[in-house]
């Protein structure tokens, strides 16, 4: 029993990771001229060839390297890269238009370079004292704040509403909108 639930388990697990691969590959121009099953077949094929360095004498040390990074360095990457994509490239065209771009730029670019450029200073060039990192952003962030503000030339509740959150809080109202059209009858 238990070794057919892992096997399905294997099988399940193997199917949504080809299936997300796919559907990126397919969404390209290039993947649209490609039949969907010769691509689901060429990364069948690509992902057993792949699998087979685990098979070998040091495979379990090879996915123990594997692993750590997979699940610490680039777990941590995309979700940094989706909330970048979500809260700061998400209508950004639109609020550009309707506030100072300099004020948005001063904002985005400077919390970005300090996540960017500070937390993996403390983390690897200064770790035994990374903790000093966390003030120093704060500090930072919150003199981005200000200068922001004092740029945009607007009250503080438009540019709260505006600059500070401008594509989380409509993405936000975005999917309250949809949950709560899926939640009412009819």
Known sequence: MLATTLFTLGIDSAFSLLEATSTVIYDTEAGRKIP???TALILCVFGCCVSTLFCSNWGFTLFDVVDHYLSVYLMLLLGILQCFGS???YEAENVMHE???RSVAILAG????LILILIPCA??????TAWVAI????VITIILWIVSFMTSGVSFSHWYSTVFFYGARKLSRCMSKLTVGELQPG
Request: aromatic share 30%; hydrophobic share 55%.
């Open 99 to 101: 506030v100072n771009t």
């Open 36 to 38: 969907r099953k010769v």
């Open 135 to 138: 003030p120093i952003f704060w």
């Open 110 to 113: 400077g919390y970005w370079a």
């Open 87 to 89: 809260a700061w490239v």
């Open 123 to 128: 983390q690897f060039i200064f770790p035994e």
